[in-house]
């Protein structure tokens, strides 16, 4: 079975897409690394290693940038504002009718949107790369921090707005970076990335649960967090797996002499038909108001108090209920953007097909809406208690906030990798290689 | 064309799917009792849970096998993954250090 990533190897077009993926993530860690000009390399280490990695506010956002953001280097904002950006303008595909009109136009309007996510992504980054700037500036990026107000020495305008323009341009950076692995690589480079974001922080956060343990010197922490996030990987692929599959008949027909169809096929709707996005839009929308108190530099006004103690904690009641029902409703509202019912039942009907026991057309398109509606609760449900369970059960232990264990980085972990994997293998299996799913 | 043909001809199994019953059941309720159904939310909510709990059970789990070797290939992919990031991490780091430290 684990030859078969030998095979991969082997096989050259499969490798070249592998490593140029490969190449690119060197070059996306390599950015996560480099400092910002302007800033003080050995005060921000100073702060971090007193900080323990522990980024309060920044906790989350942090994680998703693969602590590149507590390291003002020049990807310190990470993907993220493309994410946002993309999830506006997905929500207001919904809302604005030229949106819409224009992703119905199907690949000139689908490549205008993308234009405007562009934009949008180009502005979100202004935005947080200077409220980023700013807050290293006052010195309440590291507040516990004794030189966090050196950590930028020059406050000038030209030194900031150096550092904003590159902080700037390194988020439009990622985000070409994440298109070639689209294009060029193996699997959808917006989660590729976030994928080794995340992965980045991994053995930090596990080498700090061993420190902090006390069971036999913290080894009894260590192997029980492994153990569950090994019963989690098991839990997450069996529900990715499961599948409700409906039934689909073609009708036989002559096309001159020869018939075609007559093959009984399915339909096959996931449990979890939104995968991961959910998660990842939940997690980002919610950062938001993090944002806002950051940007805003008023830390002290009745909504920014309340914001930082009721929505930046990971562990607290309030975040963790609105975070699952976020995840709730963009499980919905991703299935409903990615699955038209009408359009697959039209494609039915064109072709001949037939769910057995259901007519063509509208009333087929409204089962398929019906099934989707009725297997998606359970789906949503499950991903937002996926999400929460760990944190909950952390927060009983009195374990850290942002836990790399956490359900969020699992299930994206978890998630990115399952697609990916399975992408390299029908890619193998292209070239009647056995592939190593079996 | 033979277009239309499909929505005519019966499954050629023969055998009566149960896969619909509950949406056909559905439908013909809401043809008795009017528009809404003169059930109350409760009955209806009863009903919707019993509905999605029909359609779990038509779920295709995947088998025992293929969950191993799933769970197997991906835990590998990721541990990879993780390593070559580390590696990679480690390298860059000690190069900054070296330059700006």
Redesign the interface.
Known sequence: ??T??ARAFKTPDLRKKLLFT?GI??LF??G????VPGVD??NV?QCIKEAGGNGGLFGMINMFSGGALLQLTIFALGIMPYITASIILQLLTVVIPRLEALKKEGQSGTAKITQYTRYLTLALAVLQGTGLVATAQSGTLFRTCQVGNQIVPDTSIFRTAVMVITMTSGTVMIMWLGELITDRGIGNGMSILM??SI??G??GSLWGIKQAGKILDGWGEFSLVILVG?AM??LV??VE???????V???K??IGRRSYG?T?TYIPLK?NQAGVIPVIFASSLLYIPALVVQFSGNTTAGWAQWISTNLTKGDHPMYLTLYFLLIVFFAFFYVAISFNPEEVADN???Y??????????RPTAE?LG??LN??T??GSLYLGLIALVPTVAIALFNGSQNFPFGGTSILI??GV??E??KQIESQLQQRNYEG??? | M??????T?T???GR??D??DE??D?KSKKKRGGKRGKKGPFARMGL?YR??V???R?????PRK??M??????????A???G???L??WG??S??KYV??
């Open positions: 079975m684990l078969g990533f490969l993530l060197v860690r390599l996560a690394t480099i400092p390399y050995t280490n994928f080794t992965a980045a991994f053995p090994l990987v098991c692929v069996f797996q499961a599948q409700r599959r409906v039934p008949q073609y009708a027909r002559m007559g009984s449990v039915m009907k064109k001949g097909g037939f769910i057995p026991g259901i007519r063509a057309g089962y019906y099934v009725r297997i609760w359970p972990i978890v990798g399952l990916t994997v190593f799913l079996r | 033979t277009e239309a043909l499909g929505s001809a499954p050629e199994s009566p799917e896969d619909t949406f056909l559905d919707f509905q999605i029909a359609e779990l038509k779920v295709v789990w995947p293929d969950l070797s799933y769970t197997t290939v991906v835990i590998v992919f990721v990879v993954m993780i070559i990031v580390t990679i991490d860059f780091s190069l900054i700006f430290g």
